[in-house]
């Protein structure tokens, strides 16, 4: 057994992992071109039922309004870290500095935790006029997402065939869902450095709850999907592209037709990876239940009904690895 002497600053955290060498992409992530709106309604559904995730090209996002929110976070990451702290602990928004939620998960990355469902829960530190362009920035890209994810909803809508239209994008784009922005900075770990075929974990294994997510990132590699056998895949980084996530509450929208995707970053502590991930869930007394249309004579829910607010309850007392559905399920 080979034993790794782990940097003391890294001990604490459990943060390294030896890996195994594996090719880093060998594995097709599924591309669905929006600009092409014959053959999207079916690869979506064909993505979400086979892996629950996809990349989304010809989207509409402006490379500039991208790359400016990127610029804007990584001015804020850059801050001394007296001045960040001022903007957490997270609870559960706001910053955040390798503790993920409050049940003990950490990872190697700062964030900044937003729910932009009203503009009055905005941390108090985005309303200081040093933050206006970052603001800005916010507004115009959550405002991008929220289209986006209504836009592959409609598509995928029309891929299972179900009327209405909305029947998944009301749930998201209405003024009461539960819309939560998170800005991810994974800094570079010079402690890693030279310490061949150990990892570092930026954020641990977990699946979203939400119904659908978007990420962004920077192009540096560490994003990783868990195929339907439990392998892990790299997902080759693509600044130009976003990333569609299943979460939770549509696996339980298609009672399991569609599964949410487990992810993970590891990084390899060269580089500083940033994403932008939008997370679109339902208003919090929805109640979430298989879509009648999309049942087959005679099925049965696998799921009990339950509210947002009860899943999200629920949720929070969890570990991030957890399976937070298996308390919803039906015997
Ligand atoms: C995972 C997806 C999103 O990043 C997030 C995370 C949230 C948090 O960071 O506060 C949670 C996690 C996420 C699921 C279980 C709970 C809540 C940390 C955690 C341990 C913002 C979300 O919505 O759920």
């Given at each position: 057994m080979v034993v790794l002497a782990k940097p003391s600053s890294l001990n604490q955290t459990s943060l390294l992992k030896p890996q195994k060498p594996t090719s880093p992409y060998n594995y097709t992530i599924p591309i669905v071109d929006l600009s092409d709106p014959i053959s999207c309604p079916s690869s979506i559904v064909k993505a979400c039922e086979d892996l629950g995730f996809f990349k989304v090209t010809n989207?509409?996002?402006?490379p500039s309004l991208m790359s400016f929110l990127e610029s804007e976070a990584l001015k804020f990451f850059s801050l001394p870290q007296s001045h960040k702290d001022t903007a957490g602990p997270p609870s559960p928004f706001g910053y955040g500095n390798k503790?993920?939620?409050?049940?003990g998960d950490v990872g190697w990355l700062e964030y900044l935790l937003f729910n932009i469902s009203s503009p009055t829960s905005l941390p108090l530190f985005l309303t200081h006029p040093s933050s206006s362009s970052l603001r800005f920035a916010l507004s115009e890209y959550t405002a991008a997402m929220g289209r986006v994810v209504g836009e592959v909803l409609e598509l995928m809508a029309d891929g299972l065939k179900i009327k209405p239209r909305d029947a998944l994008s009301k749930l998201v784009v209405n003024e009461e869902s539960d819309k939560v922005f998170r800005l991810n900075h994974y800094p570079p770990c010079p402690l890693l450095q030279g310490l061949n075929n150990c990892s570092l974990t930026g954020f641990g294994e977990h699946t979203d709850p939400q119904v659908l997510s978007v990420l962004r990132s920077n192009n540096t590699a560490g994003l990783q999907i868990a195929l339907r056998d439990g392998s892990w895949v790299g997902v080759p980084p693509d600044q130009d592209s976003l990333f569609i996530n299943v979460g939770d509450t549509l696996q339980v929208l298609t009672n399991g037709r569609f599964k949410s995707v487990r992810h993970r970053v590891l990084s390899n502590g060269l580089s500083s990876r940033v994403s932008m991930i939008y997370f679109g869930g339902p208003a919090p007394g929805e109640r979430l239940a298989p879509l009648p249309q999309l049942m087959r004579e005679g099925e049965q829910s696998l799921y009990k009904e339950f509210t947002w607010f009860e899943y999200k309850t629920s949720a929070?007392?969890?570990?991030?690895?957890?399976?937070?559905?298996s308390v919803f399920e039906r015997e």
């Open positions: 989207h509409g996002i402006s503790k993920i939620g409050s049940n929070y007392k969890t570990r991030l690895a957890d399976n937070r559905l």
